[in-house]
C-alpha cells in the first residue's frame, strides 16, 4: 500500500485498539478496508466517499457471490472506518444484503 493508503490503515488499526476490540476483529476490519481500497483504487482518503459502500458490497456479492454473513462483516468493518477514522458520518447503514440462491443439481 502506498503511503497515503498505509496511513488510512496504521489510523483504523490505532482506532480498534482503542475502542479495545479484540485481535481478530482487528485483522478482520483491517483486511476489510484494505480490500474496499484496493476495489476502489484509492489514492489517498479524500477520495472515499459514501457512495463507495454499496458499490463495494454489491461487488461482494454479486461477483464475488459471499454470504450474507460476510457482506455484514465486510459492511461492519467499513462503516467503523469512516465513523472512527475518517469522521465521515454514513447514515442509514441498512444497505441491502443480497442472498445467493444455490442450485442444486440432482
Not at 3 to 20: M, P
Not at 82 to 104: A, K, M
Amino acid at each position: 500500500m502506498g503511503t497515503k493508503k498505509g496511513k488510512v490503515i496504521s489510523r483504523l488499526r490505532a482506532a480498534i485498539r482503542r475502542k479495545g476490540y479484540t485481535l481478530s476483529t482487528e485483522k478482520t476490519y483491517v483486511h476489510w478496508a484494505k480490500r474496499f481500497i484496493k476495489y476502489h483504487d484509492f489514492k489517498g482518503e479524500e477520495e472515499i466517499k459514501r457512495s463507495h459502500i454499496p458499490l463495494f458490497l454489491t461487488h461482494l456479492a454479486m461477483d464475488l457471490c459471499v454470504s450474507s454473513a460476510t457482506q455484514n462483516q465486510a459492511l461492519n468493518a467499513i462503516v467503523f472506518l469512516f465513523r472512527e477514522v475518517l469522521e465521515i458520518e454514513v447514515g442509514d447503514v441498512s444497505y441491502p444484503v443480497v442472498e445467493h440462491i444455490i442450485e442444486t443439481w440432482f
